[in-house]
C-alpha cells in the first residue's frame, strides 16, 4: 500500500472531459497528494490536466500544434507535480520529471483501431517498469505494445513471441528487452 511506502502507484485517469467539473477535486485531493508515482496521459489528458495547474496554456493553444502542446503540458504536470508524467501519442511517447525527459517516435503503423490502444500502451508500459528496463526501452515497448494492438486484424492483444517479430521486423535495437524477454 503506498501510504505504507511500499509499492508504486500508477494512474490512467482516462477521458477527464465529461467530469471537467471534478478535475479540481481530482488535483487536490490525489494528484497533488504525492501518492501517484506515474501519472500515464494521451494528449488531451495532458493538456487538460496542465491548464488547470498552468493558466498558460491556453495561449498555448492558440501557438503551439498539438503535440507539442501535449509535450509542454507533459513538462508542466512534472514541474506541478511529484509523479513521473508517461505521455503516449500517436507521434511519440515520453515520460517526464522534473529532472528528465525521454521521447520515443511511435511505429509508423496502418491503425486498424484506435479504441484500447491506451490501454494496450499502459500495459507495456507498465510491464516494462515491472522488469526494470531503461525508460527509453520502456517506452519501446509501450509504443509496440500499442501498434501490435492497433494493427491487429482482431483486435487481439500481442503475445511475447507476436511483439518480439514485430520488433525485429522493423529491425529495432532488441538489446533493450533482454530481461523482458526472459520472464517465463
Known amino acids: 500500500m503506498k501510504t505504507s511506502g511500499k509499492g508504486m502507484t500508477y494512474y490512467d485517469t482516462a477521458d477527464p472531459t465529461p467530469n471537467r467539473e471534478r478535475i479540481p477535486e481530482l488535483m487536490e485531493n490525489v494528484l497533488k497528494t504525492g501518492v501517484v ?3 500515464s496521459v494521451n494528449e488531451n489528458e495532458a493538456v487538460t ?25 507533459a513538462r508542466i504536470l512534472a514541474r506541478k507535480l511529484s509523479a513521473r508524467i508517461d505521455l503516449h501519442t500517436t507521434a511519440f511517447s515520453a515520460t517526464v520529471t522534473k529532472k528528465s525527459e525521454i521521447l520515443i517516435p511511435a511505429f509508423k503503423v496502418k491503425a486498424l483501431r484506435a479504441t484500447g490502444a ?3 500502451w499502459n500495459a507495456g ?4 517498469d515491472a522488469n ?21 486484424s482482431k483486435g487481439s492483444h500481442p503475445t511475447r513471441k507476436e511483439l518480439a517479430h ?19
Open 37 to 39: 508515482d506515474v501519472l
Open 49 to 73: 490536466y496542465a491548464s488547470f495547474l498552468d493558466e498558460g496554456i491556453h495561449k498555448k493553444m492558440q501557438e503551439l500544434g498539438h503535440e507539442e502542446l501535449a509535450l509542454d503540458s
Open 118 to 120: 491506451g490501454d494496450a
Open 125 to 128: 508500459n507498465i510491464l516494462g
Open 132 to 152: 526494470g528496463l531503461s525508460d527509453s526501452c520502456r517506452m519501446a515497448l509501450a509504443n509496440a505494445v500499442s501498434a501490435c494492438y492497433i494493427t491487429d
Open 166 to 184: 514485430f520488433l525485429e521486423n522493423r529491425n529495432s535495437d532488441m538489446s533493450c528487452f533482454v530481461s523482458w524477454q526472459s520472464i517465463n
